[in-house]
């Protein structure tokens, strides 16, 4: 049985901002680290927690944003 449901809608679906920003900021760490730009291990935990919270925060505000 199939739904009434326009062929664009059903293409589409919601960013998660979360996990989009936590896998790029991954990806640019793993470079850094790979490339020996960042050698101090308290740097690269620093940047990774401050990392993440901001992702997080990004991720709130969107889905506020997009409740609104």
């Not at 896998?23 to 680290?33: A, K, R, Y």
């Not at 993440?52 to 609104?68: D, N």
């Amino acid at each position: 049985m199939q739904r009434d449901v326009a062929p664009r809608q059903r293409l589409l679906h919601r960013t998660d901002w979360m996990a989009l920003l936590s896998g790029i900021l991954f990806v640019v760490l793993g470079i850094l680290l790979v490339t020996g730009v960042i050698g101090d291990f308290v740097l690269l935990l620093s940047l990774l927690f401050g990392g993440l919270g901001l992702a997080g925060v990004v991720a709130i505000v969107a889905r506020s944003i997009r409740r609104s």
